[in-house]
């Protein structure tokens, strides 16, 4: 679970109510036109904006990377290829069968090894998988980046709206209010969604697109040596190349 993405948008939106609550009545600031204009007008432009069939998964795996999604550090992946190395080593490849591994990718790759298929397949199958999951991730990336561009011009459509109703009708004072409220509200709803929620978001998937990407590419290559029967001691040599210098210090004298 993604703690700092949840506290955020919470901590964000409860400051906002408290400024409502201290000055008057949140009420005031709840009204469903300009909800529908903001959020069914902010879905709709994206829908025009990508293809219905990746729309969808897109937005899931971009929602449960940015918000459940467990950061894995590059450090401990080659602490468990080295001893995942050193478990081939000693046992040979069928060892790695009753081996537990944490990463889901790393566990496919050492599955591969204990059936036994080439590594040209192994490389191969991924790789794939990696380009496949990284292109989803884009995609969910870009949805939420729609969606906070179309939030706040949707928030400027209904307040014209609001202002336009409200100059068809000033002969009567009793619509004036409610026109006033689509008018500012849409804005405000507009502001809230795309800077409070999916601005934030694409910047959270953006950092974590490029760990992903770092992450998977070490897990091909450690299980790339592991099938290639190289040493332990070799592989960590090798992989330490994705660590920062600090990083690579410190894993330098803990071995």
Same mark, same amino acid.
């Given at each position: 679970m993604d703690l700092s993405? &949840? &506290?955020g948008i919470i901590a964000a939106f409860t400051v906002v109510v408290i400024a409502i609550l201290l000055g008057g009545n949140i009420t005031q600031f709840i009204d469903v036109p300009s909800m529908l204009i903001v959020l069914g007008g902010g879905f709709a432009a994206t829908l025009v904006r990508f293809p219905l069939a990746g729309i969808g998964s897109a937005f899931v795996v971009g929602s449960k990377v940015?918000?459940?999604?467990?950061k894995v550090s590059p450090r401990d992946l080659i602490e468990e290829v080295t001893s995942l190395?050193?478990?081939v080593r000693k046992s040979g490849p069928l060892g790695l069968e009753n081996v537990e591994v944490s990463d889901p990718n790393l566990a496919k790759g050492v599955q591969?090894?204990?059936d036994g298929y080439e590594a040209s397949f192994i490389k191969d199958t991924m790789e794939r998988e990696r380009d496949l999951y990284l292109e989803r991730l884009s995609e969910g990336k870009r949805v939420f980046k729609a969606l906070g561009d179309s939030a706040p011009a949707f928030g400027m459509i209904g307040t014209l709206v609001g202002l336009v109703q409200m100059l068809a009708t000033m002969d009567d004072p009793s619509t004036i209010g409610p026109s006033m409220a689509i008018a500012l509200l849409t804005t405000l709803y507009g502001a809230l969604i795309s800077n409070v929620v999916? !601005?934030?978001l694409v910047d959270k998937l953006d950092s974590k697109f490029d760990v992903e990407e770092v992450n998977q590419t070490l897990v091909i290559d450690g299980v790339m040596q592991i099938r290639e029967n190289k040493s332990p001691a070799l592989i960590r040599d090798m992989l330490v190349a994705y !660590?920062?210098?600090?990083q690579r210090a410190e894993l330098a004298e803990a071995a």
């Open positions: 993405s &949840i &506290i940015a918000f459940t999604h467990k190395a050193d478990t591969y090894i204990a999916c !601005l934030p !660590l920062p210098e600090k």
